[in-house]
């Protein structure tokens, strides 16, 4: 058995110092992208996903530095959605003119998400099998 020792969460502040960091160099990129490409918007909050995970992969941002804050983050996500549910109750009439084609969408959309991401990760677990069968 192995000992692993578990690390100190940081402390919450420090959590929300390192998400605001990773998000204002999200809006600085975001800017600077829709400048270059200005006909292809890229939300800040995708960048700062992708930072995160690439802050997270690479090691210069640790889990706990940023687990509790995440957990409490996704604990809200409902709440943060309920803004959403309201436009979209206002909207009864289109839902009734176009209920069924919006449907139809969002469930031929999510299957496509569902298997690029499926296709994808079988396509990164093989290139990285063969990288790591080669050294």
């Known amino acids: 058995m192995e ?12 959590q929300f110092l390192i998400f ?5 160099i999200a809006n600085i990129l975001s800017i600077g992208i829709s400048l270059v490409l200005p006909g292809f918007p890229v939300p ?4 700062g996903l992708m930072l995160l995970f690439i802050a997270l992969v690479s090691g210069v941002v640790k889990l ?18 309920v803004p959403s549910g309201i436009s979209l109750a206002s909207s009864l009439t289109l839902f009734k003119q176009e209920g069924i ?13 569902l298997l690029s991401v499926a296709y994808t990760s079988q396509l990164v677990a093989k ?4 990288i790591h069968h080669k050294l």
């Open 3 to 14: 000992n692993k020792k578990k690390e100190k969460a940081a402390p919450l502040l420090t």
């Open 44 to 47: 800040t909050p995708l960048i």
């Open 101 to 113: 084609k919006i449907v139809a969408v969002v469930i031929i959309s999510t299957v496509v998400l």
């Open 20 to 24: 605001s960091c990773i998000l204002l």
């Open 64 to 81: 706990e530095q940023v687990e509790g804050l995440s957990t409490s983050l996704i604990g809200l996500i409902g709440l943060l959605f």
């Open 127 to 130: 290139i990285s099998g063969k």
